[in-house]
């Protein structure tokens, strides 16, 4: 009881620091916030979510909207799936004969202080939430696989539709799920009935992917899949410090042996050793069918999303497959219960939390994680405008609103490589019939416009078309830094398929737009942070 507590402490005392950052929320935080405040302008991103809206909605009419109010929302679940975690590992023990309280506990400890949850626990994001419901499914999944009942059916249809429809992408987890429940009630003679029921959580999902697409899987290009994908995979779910989460690394299989090199090092290699060796560990001495499956689960969702990104234009992100880990978690929690010797359990205990709890507080670990500037910091650099100005971003500008209001009209400049109207200045007759018809990748259709250094008098047109007295141009430093021959270069190059198009479209549509606003209006500031670039142009 006591260790559970101290446990439970820890965790929510992790989840707690650095909650209020200053520089307010950012871009992802603020797109859930709009989502809520403005459901029309953001129908997609709700109709992706719709129990984590539900549920944010409710929770900033009763606490607020301040900035630690809407993140202490996700700290308070992640803490309740510390919680949680200790009765998902109490389940299992008793389904394979173990004590409960160790595999409990253990399981709970590696919840509370596991980096990724803590990080996404900072977050004002549905992941928090997702992952209580991942643990909550777990639970009443290995309930149902060790009574199918009908109470305990109804528990885990339940648990099923509170994950999908918090996060929809993990339909094919949840189907992989499915397929092995089948397989085992299959082999052990028990009725099959209940998989019809089963299958109607998914005809909401199913419409919504005939409607919109999008909603079940993400579409990224230039992601990595290969041995930077699985580093990152492995040392994102196992250690704390964190790097790519957001989004994969080409080549990090670099930073990775740079970060064993650094003083954060013992606290990568010795935890994630220490948790593979425990898995490995239990894996040779549990032989019990339910301990297999926790392992199968992850290896089955996992290989479907690398098969995907190759074969598609959909690449899955590091973040999209952590809904596995709380399988890992449990594995690893199997492992160490197996370990006889009472001294050999607490100094692996000692020295797994020492370094864990170190590299939790490294400068680049997700307690002190580096995130992009919030949108707060980020307009306090703006002037005032008496007058109406245009303003031009790499993001909705809508995502602003929560701290700054524009007087003038607002363009979310990477829309215009999407938008009907602005693409007919972008591309020829051919290349938007082959983008309507996808009959070629977006890498092949714009291909000519990236190659191009000098924007088209169309586009020039256009844009001046939409400029007021004053423009506000707001850059990426990462966009800003890739210049125009080095775009070039990349496109025609051999390489070019191989290349983030995400980062490389946006580069130059944003070089596109400096170098008209630079012809025709003249540049009256320029604001440098670590994050952006402000540029504010006048009429000449």
């Known amino acids: 009881m006591l260790a559970g507590i101290v446990i439970l402490l820890v965790g929510l005392v992790l989840r707690l620091i650095n909650l209020d950052i200053p520089t307010g929320l950012w871009a992802d935080e603020m797109t859930s916030y709009l989502g809520v405040q403005s459901p029309g302008k953001n129908i997609g991103w709700l109709v992706m979510h719709p129990v984590y809206f539900v549920i944010y909605k409710i929770w900033i009419t009763l606490f607020g909207s301040s900035d630690i109010a809407i993140r202490l929302m996700s700290a308070l679940f992640d803490t309740a799936s510390v919680v949680l975690a200790y009765f998902v590992g109490e389940q299992l023990a008793r389904m394979i004969n173990k004590p409960k309280y160790i595999i409990g506990l253990s399981n709970m400890l590696l919840w509370a202080i596991s980096g990724a949850f803590v990080y996404f626990a900072h977050e004002a994001q549905f992941w928090a939430l997702a992952f209580f419901f991942v643990n909550l499914f777990l639970f009443c999944w290995l309930r149902y696989l060790e009574s199918p009942v009908l109470k305990n059916f109804i528990l885990f249809l339940a648990a099923n539709v509170l994950l999908l429809y918090t996060y929809l992408?993990?339909?094919?987890?949840?189907?992989?799920?499915?397929?092995?429940?089948?397989?085992?009630?299959?082999?052990?003679?028990?009725?099959?009935?209940?998989?019809?029921?089963?299958?109607?959580?998914?005809?909401?999902?199913?419409?919504?992917?005939?409607?919109?697409?999008?909603?079940?899987?993400?579409?990224?290009?230039?992601?990595?899949?290969?041995?930077?994908?699985?580093?990152?995979?492995?040392?994102?779910?196992?250690?704390?410090?964190?790097?790519?989460?957001?989004?994969?690394?080409?080549?990090?299989?670099?930073?990775?042996?740079?970060?064993?090199?650094?003083?954060?090092?013992?606290?990568?290699?010795?935890?994630l050793t220490t948790a593979l060796a425990l898995i490995a560990f239990g894996l040779a001495r549990e032989k019990d069918r339910v301990v297999k499956y926790l392992v199968l689960i992850p290896l089955i969702f996992i290989a479907f999303n690398m098969i995907a990104s190759y074969l598609s234009e959909y690449k899955v992100m590091v973040r999209f497959t952590l809904i596995v880990l709380p399988f890992i978690l449990l594995l690893i929690a199997v492992g160490f219960s197996t370990v006889k010797r009472t001294k050999v359990k607490i100094a692996l205990v000692v020295t797994f939390v020492a370094l864990t709890l170190s590299g939790l507080f490294e400068s680049k670990s997700e307690v002190f994680c580096y995130r992009p500037k919030g949108y707060k910091q980020f307009v306090s650099q703006l002037p005032v405008f008496n007058s109406k100005i245009t303003v031009l971003a790499p993001a909705n500008v809508d995502l602003l609103g929560k701290y700054y209001k524009f007087k003038g009209d607002t363009y979310d400049w990477p829309q215009w490589l999407w938008d009907n109207e602005q693409l007919k200045v972008l591309l020829s007759e051919k290349e938007l019939e082959d983008f309507y018809s996808g009959a070629k990748t977006h890498q092949e259709i714009f291909k000519k416009f990236l190659s191009e250094e000098k924007p088209s008098e169309a586009f020039e047109?256009?844009?001046?078309?939409?400029?007021?007295?004053?423009?506000?141009?707001?850059?990426?430093?990462?966009?800003?830094?890739?210049?125009?021959?080095?775009?070039?270069?990349?496109?025609?190059?051999?390489?070019?398929?191989?290349?983030?198009?995400?980062?490389?479209?946006?580069?130059?549509?944003?070089?596109?737009?400096?170098?008209?606003?630079?012809?025709?209006?003249?540049?009256?500031?320029?604001i440098v942070n670590k994050d952006n670039k402000i540029y504010i142009f006048s009429k000449k």
């Open 461 to 526: 047109k256009y844009v001046m078309s939409k400029a007021s007295d004053n423009v506000i141009l707001i850059a990426d430093n990462k966009i800003d830094g890739l210049p125009s021959h080095k775009i070039t270069s990349i496109v025609n190059s051999a390489e070019y398929e191989n290349n983030n198009f995400h980062d490389l479209r946006l580069a130059r549509m944003f070089d596109n737009l400096y170098k008209i606003l630079d012809k025709n209006m003249v540049l009256t500031q320029s």
């Open 169 to 271: 992408t993990p339909a094919p987890f949840v189907l992989i799920v499915m397929a092995v429940t089948a397989y085992d009630f299959w082999k052990n003679k028990r009725d099959l009935e209940d998989f019809a029921i089963w299958g109607t959580v998914f005809i909401p999902a199913i419409l919504l992917s005939r409607f919109l697409p999008s909603t079940l899987m993400y579409r990224f290009t230039g992601t990595p899949v290969d041995l930077s994908f699985l580093l990152m995979l492995l040392q994102n779910g196992l250690t704390p410090v964190l790097k790519g989460i957001s989004y994969n690394l080409s080549g990090y299989q670099h930073t990775f042996y740079e970060m064993l090199a650094t003083s954060a090092g013992w606290s990568i290699i010795i935890p």
